[in-house]
């Protein structure tokens, strides 16, 4: 199983940034996917969850109307597409999936990418 993000980067306040996870190894289109974040010396929190076809999708109060996440199955792929960016938006962006084996959870994280917002 691998977990890649891309898209990361330095940004202006009021800028737009697009982040993609590539996954593979796992059959992509059954689960939900998530985007996390860690701000510098805070915890890692949730950023928002799209379901395995994409019926349902929810978001962190922080980014509502702001950040869009989509998924393309086909390409194994799910996206964070970030607008109206702000300086606290400033994290380590990782995707993140759970899977689950003889009823135990397995969770998978990417290594992160890294955004920073600033002027």
């Known amino acids: 199983v691998q977990l890649v993000e891309s898209g990361g980067g330095l940004v202006q306040p009021g800028g737009s940034l697009r982040l993609s996870c590539a996954a593979s190894?796992?059959?992509?289109?059954?689960?939900?996917m998530n985007w996390y974040r860690q701000p510098p010396e805070k915890e890692r929190e949730l950023v928002a969850t799209?379901?395995?076809?994409?019926?349902?999708?929810n978001y962190a109060d922080s980014v509502k109307g702001r950040f869009t996440i989509s998924r393309d199955n086909a390409k194994n792929t799910v996206y964070l597409q970030m607008n109206s960016l702000k300086p606290e938006d400033t994290a380590v962006y990782y995707c993140?999936?759970?899977?689950?084996?003889?009823?135990?959870?397995?969770?998978?994280w990417g290594q992160g990418t890294q955004v920073t917002v600033s002027s």
């Open positions: 190894g796992f059959t992509f289109s059954s689960y939900d």
């Open positions: 799209i379901t395995d076809e994409g019926g349902a999708i």
């Open positions: 993140y999936f759970r899977a689950w084996a003889d009823y135990r959870p397995r969770d998978y």
